[in-house]
């Protein structure tokens, strides 16, 4: 049981995590005795929404810093997440392409990804990776199982969390700059032999600072290809714009406010069509992208800790095909679009501090929107399609995150929603922490998610018609897991067995039973087992180990409409682009004050997909690979003047041949130079 001290110590840490650094150990006095320090455990807090030493979490959580990723040379989100246990991240070939992100074997749309909070998930899940870069980020944190108590809709598999850098210290400005060497591919094949060589530039600059009483943190970059394939008549350059900044501020140690901002602006040209095979010379997508998150947070008593969101995600984008010349009449040969989606949110939340725990009480409200227009050319005729369409989702949620017993933790938590087009819903979640020892953690943890319709889904018109009646797709999830850590900490071993069942997923159907019916039905089911394995090591002060390995066994067990060889959801088939087996390892060495030196392996096992190269369709298996990384980076100025510092990367270093998606080759061997300097 926690003393009034202890208590008191518990506040001040949780008003310095969240007002001046989400950061991992610390140490904080209380003010009746201000010599006195505790050294707190890592800290996570997506899992619970407040400070929560990791030790007490029944969810499986891993974190990736911020700075370990740019030390890695790490720069975009989607390549971050690659090494986590659990996950898969598909990429079809091209910078910019799509990037879809599968958890713990749930669809691409059932994971929540946010960056501070606010969400960018379009309504219904959908979210791309592929412009989303890690420049101003402290950390990424992973939830792996559902935590739709906490976020709602889209957190069926997981949550994937993005804090952005807080600005402590000294004033400090730092750029960067980076070049990457490649060989062109064939589309469908996979490097050319003696093919043209493409050219990579990324650029970033970023300026932080800060006291307690405040701080700020901006950043900028711009990151532009010629793109991957080989050709000089079928454009494939990409270019994105990323534009990040954070003010914060705490008046008293009463009060924090932080101001979120972030915008990006990407266009990306796409020669290929489904299957891979380069068919239009100038077709491609543009978009931009803006995050707005204001959160303030104020211990109305000494126990009573009152919270504030508001936040918004809107983004504006297209695709533009104009005829590829004046021959270019036949069938379908030019399209253009425009949409704009938006989600705004209030949240209010209290949290109350008791001596075992804390109890959280929140309640939501959320505006979504969707704005669309279409116009496609052919020698049918000309044809338009519109969309102009808006929800409102209301939500109250309970959870208790508490320590009843010194060896037990306890995590438990229900959300009642409200919704104008699927109506009420119930979620739930509950886990255990059992340390019987030290250094020993034995958990298990259940609960349930839901994912909503896309717009599209519910009210589409045209050739495809939604269907307003659809219900939420639903989850029900548990695991259960063992951590060990040994030799003071240098050794952590972490085992981990997880069941997702998923109902009601959402199924298209090119027949629908009637002219009127709509193409979209609640029909099919599937489930999700595998075993995570997990190591960290530290035998040295120079030297870090980290190893991984991912099981994953998947099954449609109620098939949508199509039961042929080329159907999504065909029942007893396994779930498309998920690898059974994964594995990844890191080691990361300090050679000197000056010098480190990282390298990164990874093997991807067989994976189902379709090939859509000709009618009708057929599901193929893509072959397993393994891919080699390697990275230097030397100080020219070393500790406590270092000012500039250069790095060497290899990407792929021995130029694996490989296939994400079928028909659309990865790059092969890529060759990075930068430097960075700070001042």
Same mark, same amino acid.
């Given at each position: 049981m926690r003393t009034g001290k202890d208590a008191q110590r518990t506040l001040h840490v949780a008003r310095s995590f969240l007002t001046l650094a989400i950061a991992a150990p610390a140490v904080a006095a209380a003010q009746s005795q201000a010599k006195d320090t505790?050294?707190?455990?890592?800290?996570?807090?997506?899992?619970?929404?407040?400070?929560?030493?990791?030790?007490?979490?029944?969810?499986?959580v891993t974190v990736l810093s911020g700075q370990q990723l740019r030390e890695r040379g790490i720069t975009s989100v989607a390549e971050a997440l690659r090494d986590v246990a659990g996950v898969a991240v598909v990429q079809p070939g091209s910078f910019g392409a799509l990037a879809s992100l599968f958890l713990r074997g749930g669809e691409s749309d059932h994971t929540s990804v946010l960056v501070d909070g606010v969400p960018l998930n379009h309504p219904g899940g959908a979210v791309s990776l592929a412009d989303l870069t890690t420049d101003n980020v402290d950390r990424i944190e992973i939830v792996r199982g559902p935590v739709s108590v906490l976020y709602g809709s889209d957190a069926v598999s997981g949550v994937v969390q993005i804090f952005t850098r807080r600005g402590r210290g000294p004033l400090r400005v730092e750029t960067a700059v980076e070049i990457g060497r490649f060989q062109a591919v064939t589309p469908g094949v996979g490097p050319a032999g003696g093919g043209p060589r493409r050219t990579v530039l990324r650029w970033e600059a970023d300026v932080a600072g800060g006291t307690d009483a405040g701080g700020y943190a901006?950043?900028?970059?711009?990151? *532009?290809?010629?793109?991957? +394939? &080989?050709?000089?008549? @079928?454009?494939?350059?990409?270019?994105?714009?990323?534009?990040?900044?954070?003010?914060?501020?705490?008046?008293?140690?009463?009060?924090?406010? *932080?101001?979120?901002?972030? +915008? &990006?602006?990407?266009? @990306?040209?796409?020669?290929?069509?489904?299957?891979?095979?380069?068919?239009d010379a100038n077709q491609y997508q543009h978009g931009t992208a803006t995050t707005v998150g204001l959160e303030v947070g104020r211990f109305l008593l000494p126990r009573l800790e009152a919270r504030l969101m508001l936040g918004g995600h809107t983004t504006d984008g297209g695709v533009e095909d104009a005829p590829d010349g004046a021959a270019d009449t036949t069938g379908f040969f030019g399209y253009s679009s425009l949409t704009t989606v938006e989600r705004r949110r209030a949240e209010a939340r209290a949290n109350l501090y008791g001596r075992a725990g804390v109890l959280t009480l929140g309640a939501q409200v959320e505006r979504q929107s969707q704005r669309s227009f279409g116009a496609s050319s052919s020698s049918f005729g000309g044809s338009t399609d519109r969309l102009d369409v808006q929800r409102r989702n209301h939500a109250v949620y309970a959870q208790v995150q508490a320590d009843p017993l010194g060896a037990v933790s306890v995590n438990a938590g229900a959300r009642w929603d409200q919704s104008e087009t699927f109506g009420n819903l119930v979620t739930y979640r509950g886990g255990v922490v059992y340390r019987p020892t030290a250094g020993l953690r034995v958990r298990a943890t259940a609960g349930t998610g839901f994912k909503e319709p896309t717009f599209y889904e519910n009210f589409a018109t045209g050739f495809v018609r939604g269907n307003p009646a659809l219900e939420p797709e639903h989850s029900l999830s548990w695991e259960v897991g063992v951590e060990q850590s040994v030799w003071a900490g240098r050794l952590t071993l972490a085992a981990t067995y997880f069941s997702q069942r998923f109902r009601d997923l959402i199924d298209f159907t090119f027949a629908p039973p009637g002219p009127e019916d709509p193409n979209y039905f609640n029909i099919a089911r599937a489930e999700a087992r595998g075993v995570e394995l997990e190591l960290g090591a530290a035998p040295t002060a120079r030297l870090a180990l980290e190893g991984r390995y991912s099981y994953l066994d998947t099954k449609v067990t109620d098939g949508g409409f199509d039961a042929g060889p080329g159907a999504l959801l065909a029942r007893d088939s396994t779930l498309l682009r998920r690898p059974a087996h994964t594995v990844a390892g890191q080691v990361r060495y300090r050679a000197s004050d000056r010098v480190r030196l990282a390298v990164g392996a990874r093997h991807v096992g067989r994976r189902a997909d379709i090939d859509y190269t000709e009618y009708p369709y057929r599901r193929v298996v893509l072959p397993a690979y393994s891919t080699l990384n390697l990275s230097t980076e030397g100080d020219v100025l070393g500790p406590p003047d270092r000012t500039a510092t250069l790095t060497l990367r290899l990407e792929n270093l021995l130029n694996a041949s490989y296939q994400e998606a079928v028909n659309f080759p990865a790059r092969g061997r890529t060759v990075w130079l930068g430097a960075r300097a700070r001042f």
């Open positions: 505790v050294r707190l455990p890592e800290i996570v807090v997506t899992p619970t929404r407040v400070p929560t030493a990791r030790a007490s979490v029944a969810a499986s901006f950043s900028v970059s711009r990151n *532009s290809t010629t793109g991957l +394939y &080989g050709t000089a008549e @079928f454009d494939n350059s990409y270019r994105n714009t990323v534009a990040s900044g954070l003010l914060r501020a705490a008046p008293d140690q009463r009060t924090d406010a *932080s101001l979120m901002v972030r +915008y &990006g602006d990407h266009t @990306f040209h796409y020669p290929t069509d489904g299957a891979g095979r380069l068919a």
